[in-house]
Structures are given as C-alpha cells and as structure tokens.
C-alpha cells in the first residue's frame, strides 16, 4: 500500500508541475470550466471524480477513528477538494 501512495504522490506532483508549466494560473480554472460546460462528459467526469472522493474520504475518516489520526485525517479532507487523491495518499503514508 505505501508503495501505491508513494506513486500516487510523485505521479501527482509530476503531473502537477507539467500542468502548471503548460497553462499556469488563471488558464488552469478557465481549462476547467471548459471540460464542465463544453466537452460531452466532462460533468461525468467532474462528478465521478468527486464521487470518488467522498468514498475514499469515508474511508480516511474509518481508519482514522478507528487508529485515532482523527486531526490528520480531518486535515486530510479539507485538502482534498482542492488536492484531489494527493492528501489521502499522503494521509497513508503518515498514518497508516
């Protein structure tokens, strides 16, 4: 498992810092607007992804009550609305 995190983490960043180089700042929000109004799956898309979110924050938060990492997984869930599958993973690493 950790070594699924630690590619989660470093696919992430790579990505991350790619994406930035290529459409920095405001054209990353306008990129994003464009897949939910424009492209024919881009609200599946947009909504499978956050679906999957709310399913693995049920199980941060189940293995945080159950290990007593309630802050750190807490910490980890206001993240990920903005950072995606980076904090759970990171979370992983931390707690598990």
């Known amino acids: 498992m ?8 470093v696919a992430y960043l ?3 810092v790619q994406a930035l180089r290529g459409r920095p700042g ?11 109004r424009f492209s024919p799956w881009g609200k599946q898309f947009i909504v499978d ?11 941060v938060v189940s293995h945080a009550l159950a290990n007593g ?15 995606g599958a980076l904090p759970p993973a990171v979370y992983l690493l931390v707690a598990g």
């Open 26 to 36: 405001g054209l990353a929000a306008q990129d994003f607007l464009h897949v939910w």
């Open 2 to 9: 950790k070594l699924i995190a630690i590619a989660v983490v």
């Open 69 to 83: 990492t309630l802050t750190l997984a807490l910490v980890c869930l206001a993240l990920m609305p903005a950072l």
């Open 14 to 16: 790579v990505v991350t």
């Open 49 to 59: 992804f956050y679906g999957m979110e709310v399913v693995l924050g049920v199980f």
